[in-house]
């Protein structure tokens, strides 16, 4: 029994290791028969991608940031010095309600750096003796002793010793002004009675208060003003301190009178 128990496992063994032999040699030759030398082996779902074609990665050049130091940093912004300021202002002198006093310190609320007192009289009366005098000797702001020349027309006599006589022509009201070494300013030149073309334009004016020009006179004031340039200031004409509200704004800093002529006459003042 058993030696022929061992002969038909011997057979079967014999005959399971021929036809794992054809199957093996069957896949090889399939195998061979796909793969060819000129043959590229392509990635399923990546159409494009081929071994052949895959190059590498290029190398990225890292530069190294150049050293921040105090030396290498860029210069800041210059700063833009400003000096603001009123040059048409009335107090108790004459006709403002407001005091000396409280209009100095609402335009240092204002930050203002200049102002012009300008009432429609010069130290003619006790009171007015002592706003001139005040203003004269101010050492919180730069305070410049003026007068509102109300005549025919108003003009400010700016940075004056002495009063302006108010009967003169326009003409000779500058010429007595530039005599003192104020500036002669032109205010309110279209309200009642309004400046002539030729008072405000030829008779020697330093300025105008271009903020009093009506909507209604700004093309012909400004088409004059291309052919007799005049400098504009832009005043308040405050007669108490809740009006102190249209003020100038010139570059650079402000602490004389001469500082502010400059900056009128040589246009930094807007
Ligand atoms: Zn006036
Ligand atoms: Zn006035």
């Given at each position: 029994m058993v030696p022929r128990k061992l002969f038909l496992m011997s057979i079967a063994f014999l005959a399971l290791s021929v036809v794992a032999f054809l199957l093996g040699n069957a896949s090889q030759n399939s195998l061979a028969a796909s793969l060819?030398?000129?043959?590229t082996l392509t990635v399923t779902?990546?159409?494009?991608?081929s071994l052949v074609t895959l190059t590498p990665a290029p190398i990225r050049q890292i530069t190294a940031t150049p050293t921040l130091s105090l030396a290498n940093l860029p210069s800041p912004t210059p700063t833009l010095v400003i000096s603001m300021g009123d040059l048409h202002m009335h107090t108790t002198c004459s006709d403002g309600s407001s005091t000396y006093e409280l209009m100095v310190k609402r335009a240092m609320k204002l930050r203002y750096a200049f102002i012009a007192i300008t009432d429609h009289h010069f130290a003619d009366t006790t009171t007015c003796r002592q706003v001139i005098e005040s203003c004269r000797n101010e050492k919180r702001i730069l305070c410049i002793p003026s007068?509102?020349?109300?005549?025919k027309r108003h003009l400010l006599a700016v940075g004056i010793s002495k009063s302006v006589d108010k009967g003169l022509s326009i003409k000779a009201q500058v010429e007595a002004i530039h005599k003192q070494g104020g500036l002669a300013i032109a205010a309110h030149p279209y309200a009642i009675p309004p400046y002539t073309d030729d008072e405000l334009f030829?008779?020697?004016?330093?300025?105008?208060?271009?903020?009093?020009?009506p909507p209604a006179e700004r093309a012909h004031f400004l088409e004059m003003q291309q052919k007799y340039p005049i400098h504009c200031v832009f005043d308040s004409d405050a007669h108490n301190f809740f009006q102190m509200q249209t003020f100038n704004i010139c570059s650079g800093k402000i602490t004389t009178f001469e500082d502010l002529k400059n900056a009128i006459l040589q246009n930094h003042c807007w």
């Open positions: 060819t030398p000129s043959s779902g990546s159409p494009n991608l007068m509102e020349v109300s005549g030829r008779s020697g004016l330093d300025a105008a208060e271009c903020s009093a020009v």
